[in-house]
């Protein structure tokens, strides 16, 4: 299929409108007019590409004053932008471990940080999804050696849309003296008092990241963490030094979404409003949403013909909603995953949730 996104709530499938409930743009910004406009403008002033890498000559200025922003909305000491999500964790986790020796990671992470941790030098144990009581006696029986090691975890899970028990977390990191890797690409936006995610940095060890592809509706990804490992990484972190800077456009749409996501309370508020109502009409047709608690809601079928069946039926219905498959989640919870946005407006969820029961109807 060809497939083009008009916003986070249409998308064109071959040439056809569909309500779009696959975009990872939660607050629609991909399409604001303040993003528009910096693009614009800092091709302008800057051209469409950087040519070189930022340790060369693509360390522009704008680089410094957003992570300066970011430093100070994740109350980090630094902060340091990558060129996407990905990168930025297959290749820190491995600069990571030249200072550690294991990697604890939820066993629902992102295939990025599983990459990372994997190509490390680091020992990888992977603890039951959310399960704090497995991670803890996991860290018993490692702490107290030589090696130390960090803890890896989402704070919004990407497949399941639930939250990570950032306090036990917290408890089990200070406990152990392993700090704390947080991945806040889907909580960037959408969650934190300044919709800056859901984990301050602080001065300890602990690294916080975030996406600007996702709610910041642009591109790239930073790290918030203290001064002397963002030097560390500088030197010694390949995804950072062996690659292209960001083009100034993507640079001048970062800016201006940190200006105003801090002040997007409203849309926000609106946005958990919509998730919440629609968990409670999806349960009330018999759905299993799982833990979902953010604007990312699966519905879990089970079976993948089931997912198939079900993502068919809603395309037949002008409705994009693709099924997500093992080896994507777990054998067994194929499902749809629902992303909202706060463009999407309550006659969309009508719309979704009548299609549902059609579908349950002819099944
Ligand atoms: C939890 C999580 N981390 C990292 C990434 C990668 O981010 P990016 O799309 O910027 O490469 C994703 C992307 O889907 C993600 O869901």
Redesign the pocket.
């Known amino acids: 299929k060809s497939v083009v996104s008009l916003s986070s709530t249409e998308i064109l499938c071959d040439g056809e409108s569909f309500l779009n409930f696959s975009s ?1 743009d939660y607050l629609g910004l991909s399409q604001h007019p303040l993003l528009k406009e910096r693009a614009i403008e800092y091709i302008q002033r800057y051209g469409v590409g950087s040519g070189a890498s930022r340790l060369l000559s693509g360390n522009n200025g704008i680089y410094e004053s957003i992570e300066k922003r970011l430093a100070e909305l994740k109350d980090a000491q630094a902060a340091l932008i990558f060129s ?6 297959a290749t820190v986790l491995p600069a990571l471990a030249g200072i550690a020796g294991h990697f604890l990671c939820d066993r629902f ?2 295939n ?2 599983l990459t990372g941790a994997l190509a490390s030098k680091a020992s990888f144990h992977r603890f039951q999804h959310n399960n704090c009581l497995d991670l803890e006696q996991r860290l018993a029986k490692l702490t107290g050696r030589e090696t130390g090691g960090w803890i890896v975890s ?1 704070s919004v ?2 497949m399941n849309g639930d939250l990570a028990n950032l306090d036990q977390l917290e408890r089990l990191s200070m406990h152990s003296g392993f700090p704390l890797f947080i ?1 806040e ?2 909580a960037t936006g959408v969650f934190g008092e300044t919709g800056m995610g859901l984990v301050k940095a602080g001065r300890d060890e602990r690294v916080i ?1 975030g ?4 709610g910041c509706g642009s ?3 930073y790290l918030a963490c203290t001064e002397k490992l963002k030097s560390y990484l500088v030197n010694f972190c390949s995804g950072f030094i062996y690659t292209t800077a960001l083009p100034p456009p993507v640079l001048g749409t970062i800016a201006a979404a940190l200006e105003i996501i801090p002040g997007m309370y409203r849309e926000r508020q609106y946005l958990h409003q919509l998730a919440e109502n629609t968990r409670i009409r999806l349960k009330e047709l018999g759905f299993d949403v799982g833990n979902s608690a953010s604007q990312i809601i699966p519905i879990i079928v089970g079976t993948d013909a089931n997912a198939v069946s079900l993502s068919e039926w809603l395309y037949g219905n002008q409705i994009f909603a693709p099924a997500i498959r093992p080896p994507t989640v777990p054998e067994g919870t194929a499902r749809l995953r629902l992303s909202l946005s706060s463009s999407h407006r309550e006659a969309d969820i009508d719309k979704l949730i009548n299609t549902l029961k059609q579908w349950q109807h002819q099944e």
Not at 84 to 89: C, R, T
Not at 211 to 214: A, L, R, S
Request: hydrophobic content about 35%; cysteine-free; glycine content about 16%.
């Open positions: 990872n996407s999500g990905y990168q930025l964790n992470v992102h990025s940080l989402e899970f990407g991945d690409a889907h990241m996406t600007f592809g996702k591109f790239g990804a």
